[in-house]
Each structure stands twice: as structure tokens, then as C-alpha cells.
């Protein structure tokens, strides 16, 4: 089965999927190791839950970012990742990791991009007005959300939402295309010609 190093911030429900998914041993990837950039993350509890080694890469133990950076890739490779999987979490990687680990970095973003990139984007989506938002998973690039479209899925805005409502309906669509998406990659690759991504 394809390793996968996923990177956490937050609650790790995405990451729970993973785990979820991966007690089918027909699942064609095992997460291996989940990491944080802070040591609170429930997601890293979730983890232990599941018998997964964990390890927290802490910016402010570091002279800069790039010493960070340089850390934090050294922590994943240590578990010789197939795949890392960011699922919430919520910094931006530095050029020498997305060197490090080129292709193979896959990110789960809460709306539909290019629009609404960055760490608002729910918010951002209800701020701007959008009847249809969603949830978007791409490879990451040195940008900001950037990266190619592996899959979306679309989500309705209901006039009475609020970001709490709106972003869990979005994660509930969002774990299972995360998961699918995943499942595609770690069994099939993909290739990527320009902006375009195949998985055969
Ligand atoms: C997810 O909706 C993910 O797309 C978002 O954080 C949430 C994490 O939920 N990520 C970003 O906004 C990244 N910019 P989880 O911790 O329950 O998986």
C-alpha cells in the first residue's frame, strides 16, 4: 500500500477519513505518521487513537522559516513518505519542500479554486456573495493554492448559512472526495502536463 505522511492543524476529520478508510486493507494507501505544526491538534489525538506515529515541527522552535521548512521535511522523510496528504493544515510550505517531495504533496482546500485561495476560504466565498462554493484537492506547487486540480466538488450556499454551517456541509462532501481522490493516486499515480492532471 501506498505511505502517506499527512499534515494536520486542526480537528483532523479529513485525517479521520483517512484513517477510516485505511482499516480496509482492499484501501490502497495506510497512513504511516501525522504531523503538526502545533502541538494541540486534535487531529494528532486522532492519530495515537489509531495506533499512527505522530511528530509536531513547531515554527517558533526555529531561527526562520526556512529552518522550519528544512525540519518539518525532514520529519516527513523520516517515514519515507509515498504521499503527503496536507488535510487542514493551515501553513504555507516553503519552496525547499515542495522541491523536496515535487508531485507528491496533495492539498484539500474548502472552496472552489482559483477562486478563494488561502486561509479564509469559506469565509471568503459568503463574503463575496457565491450561490456555489465547494471543496478543491490539488497537487501543491511554491504558490499559494496554486497547484493543479486533481478533483472538485460543488457545494450550495443556503441563504441562512453561516461559515460554521456552510464549511461543515462543505466537509462533509470534502472527506469523502479527499478519500476517493487518495484512493485514485496512491493506486494509479497521475501524470501532469501543464495545468493538467490525468490519473490513469
Ligand atoms: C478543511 O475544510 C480544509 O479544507 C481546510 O481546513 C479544514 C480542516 O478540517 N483547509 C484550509 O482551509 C487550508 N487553507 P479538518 O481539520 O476537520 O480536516
Redesign the pocket.
Known amino acids: 500500500r501506498a505511505r502517506l505522511v499527512v499534515l494536520?492543524?486542526?480537528?483532523?476529520?479529513?485525517?479521520?477519513a483517512l484513517l477510516d478508510a485505511a482499516t480496509d486493507p482492499r484501501f490502497p494507501a495506510e497512513v504511516v505518521a501525522v504531523g503538526a505544526d502545533v502541538p494541540d491538534a486534535?487531529?494528532l489525538e486522532r492519530a495515537a487513537g489509531a495506533d499512527v506515529p505522530t511528530f509536531v515541527v513547531e515554527p517558533s522552535a526555529y531561527a526562520d522559516r526556512a529552518a522550519w521548512t528544512d525540519a518539518l521535511a525532514d520529519a516527513v522523510a523520516a517515514h519515507e513518505p509515498d504521499w503527503v496528504v496536507?488535510?487542514?493544515?493551515?501553513r504555507i510550505l516553503g519552496a525547499a519542500f515542495v522541491q523536496r517531495f515535487a508531485g507528491r504533496i496533495v492539498?484539500?482546500?474548502?472552496a472552489l479554486l482559483p477562486s478563494f485561495?488561502?486561509?479564509?476560504?469559506?469565509r471568503d466565498a459568503m463574503a463575496y456573495g457565491v450561490k456555489v462554493t465547494g471543496?478543491t484537492v490539488h497537487l501543491v506547487d511554491e504558490g499559494v493554492?496554486t497547484g493543479p486540480i486533481l478533483a472538485q466538488a460543488s457545494v450550495a450556499v443556503r441563504a441562512d448559512d453561516d461559515e460554521p454551517s456552510l464549511?461543515e456541509r462543505?466537509?462533509t462532501v470534502?472527506?469523502e472526495l479527499l478519500v476517493e481522490t487518495v484512493a485514485a493516486l496512491a493506486a494509479h499515480g497521475c501524470t501532469v502536463t501543464g495545468r493538467k492532471v490525468t490519473i490513469p
Open positions: 494536520v492543524s486542526g480537528s483532523g476529520s479529513n485525517l479521520q486534535y487531529g496536507c488535510a487542514g493544515f493551515m492539498n484539500t482546500h474548502p485561495p488561502g486561509a479564509h476560504g469559506v471543496c493554492d464549511h462543505i466537509k470534502e472527506r
